[in-house]
T-cell receptor, first 113, second 112 residues
Framework: DQQVKQNSPSLSVQEGRISILNCDYTNSMFDYFLWYKKYPAEGPTFLISISSIKDKNEDGRFTVFLNKSAKHLSLHIVPSQPGDSAVYFC????????????FGTGTSLTVIP | DGGITQSPKYLFRKEGQNVTLSCEQNLNHDAMYWYRQDPGQGLRLIYY???????QKGDIAEGYSVSREKKESFPLTVTSAQKNPTAFYLC???????????FGDGTRLSIL
């Protein structure tokens, strides 16, 4: 049973525009959420995180929004750059479950120059 | 530079063979993890360990084994019981709860 879902396998955006990647989760015990960026044949690289006590966290061009009531988080990239083209995974964990991390299936973002 | 080292980057296995994937970290992290990634799928947890000499099964542990004799090392053995071992394997570590995982660059395992 997939506890973290990314329903959009791919997304294409023009350079300079906003990219919005979405993620839904089912386990209300999750209290820590992360976004990773991954290039082919490499390991994922941590991008940004948010704890359940917040609803927004910003780091440069990247902002993560958390809507606990909807069990939904999103990653906004503004402005999008060609170097942002990669697969983005969201992940979640809960202290009560021993810090096991659950990953979504990923969204492949293509930023068109 | 601190980080996670996975070796080898590419590995080939014959039918019926066991193979061991190496994962070493010098980040002084307590917890270590092994994931498997298949095309079009997310990362699925095989095993994880929160302290030395202790580890727990993840969602797809069948056909795999691990050990955690040292804090820095968490090798994964893909046994002959794993019927579909071809995949990209990722090792990760984290200091403690509420901290992001750091990943190695992965090992791609293929069957000859």
């Amino acid at each position: 049973d997939q506890q973290v879902k990314q329903n959009s396998p791919s997304l294409s955006v023009q350079e300079g525009r906003i990219s919005i990647l979405n993620c839904d989760y089912t386990n209300s015990m999750f209290d820590y959420f992360l976004w990773y960026k991954k290039y082919p044949a490499e390991g994922p690289t941590f991008l940004i995180s948010i704890s359940s006590i917040k609803d927004k966290n910003e780091d440069g061009r990247f902002t993560v929004f958390l809507n606990k009531s909807a069990k939904h988080l999103s990653l906004h990239i503004v402005p999008s750059q060609p170097g942002d083209s990669a697969v983005y995974f969201c992940a979640a964990s809960a202290r009560e479950t021993g810090n096991q991390f659950y990953f979504g299936t990923g969204t492949s973002l293509t930023v068109i120059p | 530079d601190g980080g996670i080292t996975q070796s080898p980057k590419y590995l080939f296995r014959k039918e019926g063979q066991n193979v061991t994937l190496s994962c070493e970290q010098n980040l002084n992290h307590d917890a270590m993890y092994w994931y498997r990634q298949d095309p079009g799928q997310g990362l699925r947890l095989i095993y994880y360990s929160q302290i030395v000499n202790d580890f727990q099964k993840g969602d797809i542990a069948e056909g795999y084994s691990v050990s955690r004799e040292k804090k820095e090392s968490f090798p994964l053995t893909v046994t002959s019981a794993q019927k579909n071992p071809t995949a990209f394997y990722l090792c990760a570590s984290t200091k403690s709860g509420g901290q992001p995982q750091h990943f190695g660059d992965g090992t791609r395992l293929s069957i000859l």
